[in-house]
């Protein structure tokens, strides 16, 4: 069940090959892509909820949890050793890039950028949901963009020369947030590997991902991912597909040990009864030729 098609990974693991930079990558896409920035300017991290939001679903998300569970081999330890490594830089970049938002954010119109941000989280939604739908979207990257084109004001411009350290802490807390999940999974893959459905968990990040901009631009509750990322994670969860293959394994041994018991004993009797056959032709051919007389 450990097994996914994850199309966000499946697309990097052909670039960049090996379980360890694949999760570099994975984990470090919304700071390459500009998507955490965007998050960032556009105040997903402002509150606590926010915090968790982006640590778990733009950090954490599907795609981090597919590769640690079906691409990553060796010891829990050392799975968990390889997320801390990566954990480090996530974090250092995070608190360089929330350190030049406020720079960046002068010289932007907030509310026109805002909704470029959540455009690139339903864009990043419909990616981890389909890769077919992925092909006719745009990067990432692209979208952030075309919204800091749309929304520049250079009247507005100054440079920040004191980084706002509340923002630069929120912005570290929820990077690191979505290393602490990552090394959660790390810790217990031998049994989520056994009880978790990827795929099925990879659908409903989606459907989280994409209340996240709903919940930013004050469409929806600003815990709905949260509990859309709960109720996905119970749905994910689905052990009994390992019990029953514990019972067929337990009963094809109980049926394997019949039949070896069952042929052991049919050849055993045959043994005897060719034994007793045997000693009766002998007999016979004895009888045959004795004299007359004897």
Request: negative net charge.
């Amino acid at each position: 069940m450990s097994s996914s098609q994850h199309p966000i990974a499946l697309r990097l693991e052909q670039q960049v090959g090996g379980a360890t930079k694949l999760l570099a990558t994975v984990m470090g896409l919304p700071l390459v892509d500009g998507i955490f920035p965007a998050l960032v300017l556009a105040g997903a991290v402002n509150s606590v909820t926010g915090i968790l939001q982006v640590g778990l679903l733009v950090f954490g998300g599907s795609a981090t949890v597919a590769v640690i569970l079906a691409e990553m081999d060796g010891t829990p330890r050392e799975q968990a050793a390889t997320v801390l490594a990566v954990g480090v830089v996530l974090i250092a970049v995070a608190a360089v890039e929330a350190a030049f938002a406020p720079t960046i954010k002068s010289a932007l119109h907030t509310e026109i950028f805002e909704r470029f941000a959540a455009l690139v989280m339903l864009a990043i939604a419909a990616k981890t949901a389909s890769a077919r739908i992925g092909e006719y979207l745009p990067r990432p990257a692209v979208i952030v963009g075309l919204g800091m084109v749309a929304s520049f004001q250079p009247g507005g411009f100054e440079v920040v020369v004191v980084p706002d350290y509340a923002l630069v802490l929120r912005a570290v807390a929820a990077a690191g947030t979505g290393v602490a999940f990552a090394l959660a999974v790390a810790l217990t893959a031998p049994w989520l590997r056994g009880v978790v459905d990827i795929d099925r968990f990879r659908f409903g990040s989606a459907v989280a991902l994409g209340v996240l901009p709903l919940s930013l631009l004050g469409f929806a509750p600003g815990r709905a991912p949260l509990a859309v990322l709960a109720v996905t994670s119970l749905l994910a969860y689905d052990p009994g597909e390992e019990d029953v293959e514990d019972v067929e394994d337990q009963t094809e041994t109980k049926t394997t040990a019949s039949e070896v018991m069952a042929a052991e004993t049919g050849a055993h009797s045959q043994a005897v009864a060719t034994d007793g056959s045997g000693s009766d032709d002998s007999d016979s051919g004895f009888r045959d030729e004795r004299e007359p007389w004897m």
